[in-house]
Each structure stands twice: as structure tokens, then as C-alpha cells.
Nanobody
């Protein structure tokens, strides 16, 4: 399994920006997607953004399109999530995750088998 550690969360006012980082142990032969997910208190975990691990396609939830950008830096084994124009509804614990082969789309949490511990993002109005 891929080991993942998130960082970069914090508190910001609405309209502000944050960049989350996810340092990982490197892909193995079965890694297909890397993704960012979030979970607000009392709500289910939801997919925010994902990318094809070996480059190319990116995927975004409708609620973050045009505001969030997922990217990766192969040399540093790091996944990023740039979050701009933040809204209070973006508040939650953000997790990065790695998915291998299996059922479900790139933004489906059950598709992912390796998870980080999460980093908190709080957006105030």
C-alpha cells in the first residue's frame, strides 16, 4: 500500500486560498488514481479532485470546478491541491488517497484503499 501524509490545512477567510500537500511513498504497479477527499462533521466523505497517477486526466467535483486544481510532482512524490476562492462550505477534513484497480470512478471513496490521516481546512465567512 501507498503511505500518505497530508499537510497545509489551516483557517482562512472566505475568498482566500490554501495549498494542501500530500507526501507519499511512491506509486506501485497497481496505483491508478490519486485523489483528494473531504469530510465535514455529520456528512459523508466526498471526492473533491483526482488524477490519473501516471499523468493526464484530472477529475473534479462540480462544487470545486474552476476553484481547485490537483497536481503532482513526481520527483518529490507529492500530490497537491490548490484551493482558491474558498467558501465556508469547503470546510472539512481533507484526505489524500491512492486507488488501485477496481470498481468505482475516480471520485468514489470506496475505490481507494490507501488513506492519509487528514488535514483540517476551516473557512470562515
Amino acid at each position: 500500500q501507498v503511505q500518505l501524509v497530508e499537510s497545509g490545512g489551516g483557517s482562512v477567510q472566505a475568498g482566500g486560498s490554501l495549498r494542501l500537500s500530500c507526501a507519499h511513498s511512491g506509486y506501485n504497479s497497481t496505483t491508478v488514481y490519486m485523489g483528494w477527499f473531504r469530510q465535514a462533521p455529520g456528512k459523508e466523505r466526498e471526492g473533491v479532485a483526482a488524477l490519473y497517477a501516471r499523468g493526464g486526466a484530472t477529475y473534479y467535483a462540480d462544487s470545486v470546478k474552476g476553484r481547485f486544481t490537483i497536481s503532482q510532482e513526481y520527483a518529490k512524490n507529492t500530490l497537491y491541491l490548490q484551493m482558491n476562492s474558498l467558501k465556508p462550505e469547503d470546510t472539512g477534513m481533507y484526505f489524500c488517497a491512492a486507488a488501485g484497480y477496481g470498481p468505482g470512478g475516480p471520485l468514489t471513496p470506496t475505490r481507494y484503499s490507501s488513506w492519509g490521516q487528514g488535514t483540517q481546512v476551516t473557512v470562515s465567512s
